[in-house]
């Protein structure tokens, strides 16, 4: 049995930063995929709050939440940080990937997946307006300089995941045009070897959401 095991959806972004962080530190462990419609007693156990992936179970003891496991990670395990070293320097990639999640993305699932066509209006607006401060940010090839850190990691889901978001919605909040700055760091990301080779494809992933508008559509 392995010693590092994962519960998670393979087409999940945020099991995906997992992913990425065991790979980029060589970590040797077991996928176990989950069925949300039908949790798995191991799921409950470890996480019995949330009841969600991803969850790493490292010698028996259980962690939750994508970006806490990936800092776990980085502390459990020598080698390859993805973090910062300076103490200020990981405080702002902690501020940033929280920005990510609590502003980005949220933005992003209002502008996609809410019904009320106002909602989705302001979620277009919010979604550019939190996109520029981190175009602003971006300095260097990666956010955190030459090599894949902590930030890149936890904005993949803008890289990779935003574009099929709006293509299923027709939308055009993430392009070149808008944000240069951020779409060739988009693209020097997803063609990063090691994260090109642990990317879900992009067909099902469409199909997927599609269904999932047309279901909200539906039930309207």
């Known amino acids: 049995m392995a010693e590092v ?3 998670g959806v393979r087409g999940s972004p945020f099991v995906v930063r997992v992913v990425l962080a065991l790979k980029l530190k060589g970590i040797e462990y077991e996928f176990l995929e989950e069925n949300l419609g039908n949790k798995s007693e191991l799921l409950l156990k470890y996480n019995p709050i949330h009841k969600k992936v991803p969850v ?3 010698n028996e003891k259980p962690v939750s939440e994508s970006l806490v496991i990936v800092e776990y990670i980085d502390e459990a395990f020598k080698g390859n940080p ?3 070293t300076e103490p200020y320097q990981r405080a702002l990639a902690r501020f940033w990937t929280n920005f990510i999640d609590d502003k980005i993305f949220s933005a992003i699932r209002k502008a996609v997946f809410t019904l009320d066509e106002v909602e989705r209006e302001k979620g277009v607006e919010e979604a550019l307006e ?3 401060f981190l175009e602003n940010d971006l300095k260097t090839k990666f956010f955190g300089g030459d090599e894949i850190g902590f930030l890149d990691i936890a904005a993949l889901i803008i890289a990779y995941w935003v574009p099929i978001f709006q293509e299923v919605r027709g939308l055009q909040i993430f392009t070149s045009e808008k ?3 951020l779409y060739n760091w988009s693209q020097e990301l997803i063609n990063h070897p090691i994260i090109k080779e642990n990317l879900p494809p992009r067909e099902p992933l469409l199909a997927f959401f599609k269904a999932r508008i047309e279901g909200l559509s539906a039930s309207k």
Do not use: C, G, R
Request: hydrophobic residues 60%; without cysteine.
């Open 130 to 132: 939190a996109l520029q």
């Open 56 to 58: 790493l179970v490292h």
């Open 82 to 84: 993805i973090l910062p």
């Open 5 to 7: 095991k994962l519960l």
């Open 179 to 181: 944000f240069p700055k």
